[in-house]
């Protein structure tokens, strides 16, 4: 994938509005198709609570909403959204229509289990949380289906996306290797594990943040493709960033959050660990660290 120049000066011109401005109108919308999972990973508080494949119809009007915002950059997450079909539609369709419908970059999440056929997606995202070992620990015995699906992909548009906990966080120099290595593997984007109740055991304290950060910068140096800017580590590790970030939005069968649904969680958004969050609120303060990072970063890799 390689960004057009007119999305370029799009994406230009609303960053540049939006900090002379202080606007506060989103830019990055993702759309739940289902909550619906084959898995149930240890550090997930989001699947199968309903179970529900939301209707083609309505995730349509979604789409069409989320445009008529100004939003341009569209994610489908899940669950698992390679379970998503309805109406003889299925996730491939909604790409190609949210495509035709103008948003400029359309993203994928996946855990990587299902063929990954989808070369019309700009980028899929897909779960990796470590070497086979601990990987396995936290998503069950799926390590070998992903590389195989991996190696037999329709395209090299996959990002791994790997979330840091107590379970994985020594094994972030053995995932920036495999992206590296594999040829269908752009980049490699971390998070910090967002404490929901039920997985606060997970979350990690700020000398373990910084340790990490640490490691992701060496493998940068390394030359490792990670799709994350150094110059946001330091207020990932303490929890600095402002939020929410309100250039983004989540929308969940008709819900519309500001930045992520686990927004109405109490005292979860101050120990937000979502590295694009950091990134994004950072960015449309007008952090020129940030802006010229994120400039090298995301032409090099998108």
């Known amino acids: 994938m390689t960004v057009k120049l007119s999305s370029f000066l799009h994406f230009a011109g609303f960053g540049l509005s939006t900090i002379l401005f202080r606007r506060k109108d989103p830019i990055l919308g ?3 198709v289902t909550d619906q999972c084959n898995l149930h990973c240890r550090h997930c508080s989001v699947n199968n609570i309903t179970g529900i494949l939301y209707p083609y119809r309505q995730i349509k009007r979604e789409m069409e ?11 489908f997450c899940g ?3 390679f379970l998503w079909e309805d109406s003889g ?12 419908m103008g948003f400029l970059i359309v993203n994928v999440v996946t855990n990587g289990t ?8 700009d980028l899929i995202l897909l779960s990796l949380d470590g070497d086979r070992e601990r990987h396995n620990r936290i998503r069950g015995d799926t390590y070998d ?5 991996i190696q037999h992909a329709a395209s090299d548009n996959i990002c791994f996306y790997m979330a840091i906990n107590q379970l994985n966080q020594n094994a972030i120099r053995e995932v920036c290797l495999t992206a ?11 998070n910090f594990h967002t404490p929901y109740p039920d997985t606060a055991a997970l979350a990690l304290n700020e000398a373990e943040k910084a340790a990490c950060c640490k490691t992701i910068s060496e493998m940068i140096t390394q030359g490792a493709p990670v799709f994350n800017l150094k110059s946001a580590f330091p207020y990932l590790i303490h929890n600095s960033f402002p939020t929410p970030c309100h250039q983004c939005a989540v929308m969940e069968n008709g819900r519309l959050s500001t930045c992520g649904r686990c927004i109405d969680v109490p005292g979860l958004c101050e120990q937000c660990g979502y590295f694009f969050v950091a990134e994004y609120t950072l960015l449309f303060r007008g952090n020129i660290k940030i802006i010229l990072e994120m400039l090298r970063t995301y032409l090099k890799y998108l």
């Open 30 to 32: 993702t759309i739940i």
């Open 65 to 75: 909403q989320l445009y008529a915002q100004g939003i341009r950059i569209l994610f």
């Open 79 to 81: 669950g698992e959204t």
């Open 89 to 100: 539609k299925t996730l491939r369709d909604l790409v190609k229509e949210a495509k035709q």
């Open 114 to 121: 299902f063929p990954l056929d989808l070369p019309e997606a």
């Open 145 to 149: 289906t992903i590389m195989d699906h």
């Open 180 to 190: 590296k290595q594999m040829p269908n593997v752009r980049a490699v984007s971390f």
